[in-house]
């Protein structure tokens, strides 16, 4: 009876919907090259001449642009009710989970110069852009940063929301992480899952340097692509710490920077600044 009773409760109270949003969706067109996956979305209205390549968060996939439960349905909505013509976008994907590691000692890694030098196939049939640009959020925010940081020629403009950057390394002793975990109010079985992510990639301390953006970031200069950078306080990945310590270095840098730090979890998204970073001029 109690079991029957707790099923009905349950089943009484799921959510039944979900907020969605109002918006005219981009036409689409996707394609494979190699092991990527992608699909050009271009607004109706026309677009203003950039492209941006937008890499998805965990578990997503390249048709997530025109999500109407999304935040990127949500920037769209954003550009259309300001009559701003938007960048070309192409969505890109390796999968439900991947990192742009240079080719190192792993067999997955490699991926960094797979993607840099897929760009001008893509770009052949999209046509050349005024400008290239970055978008990520989550896993896909760290591989914007490390694609932006590493190749800074090749990118005007990097947006890097709820990035995994961090401040301690995964070759770090156990003790050094979880003293991470406590500093951060990063969930325990979160940071196991990037753990174990991270070293399906990289294969030891100096190959995890390669892709650090708070190394990456040392070598910068006013002549690097401007970063958003945004992050929830209480991001259960742990991600707000190295992400407010990457926007300093890279004010102190020289590299123009816009940080939003958001009282949120993971990967809330302040949509009118993000939108103007990416539309703008």
Known sequence: MGALLYYGWTELMRTRGA??????????????????????????????????????GRNLDEQ?????????????????AAHILPPAVVTVSYGPAWLLTPKGRQPESGLLEDFL??????????????????????????????AGLSAPSQFARVAALCPGVYV?????????????????????????????????????????????????????????????????????YG???GTEQLALAAVQRGVKTTWRPLYAGHCGVDVPSLAEFLGGD
């Open 239 to 241: 991600n707000y710490e």
């Open 117 to 146: 030098a897929r760009l001008p196939k893509i770009e052949e049939k999209v046509g050349r852009p005024r400008r290239r640009m970055l978008l990520g959020e989550s896993m896909g925010g760290l591989n914007v940063l490390i």
């Open 64 to 80: 997530v642009w025109n999500d109407d439960t999304y935040f990127t349905a949500m920037l769209q909505a954003r550009w259309q």
């Open 19 to 56: 907020q969605k949003v109002s918006f005219v969706a981009a036409q689409r067109n996707c394609d494979i090259s190699g092991p990527l996956r992608y699909c050009v979305y271009t607004s109706a209205a026309g677009t203003n001449g950039d492209l941006l390549y937008h890499l998805h």
């Open 168 to 236: 301690n390394s995964p070759f770090d002793s156990i003790g050094t992480l979880w003293a991470s975990m406590r500093r951060t109010g990063a969930s325990p079985k979160i940071a196991m899952g990037i753990w174990l992510m991270a070293k399906k990639y990289l294969g030891d301390e100096e190959e995890w340097k390669r892709i650090s953006p708070l190394r990456l970031i040392e070598k910068a200069g006013p002549e690097f692509p401007a970063l958003y950078l945004s992050c929830g306080l209480y991001d259960a």
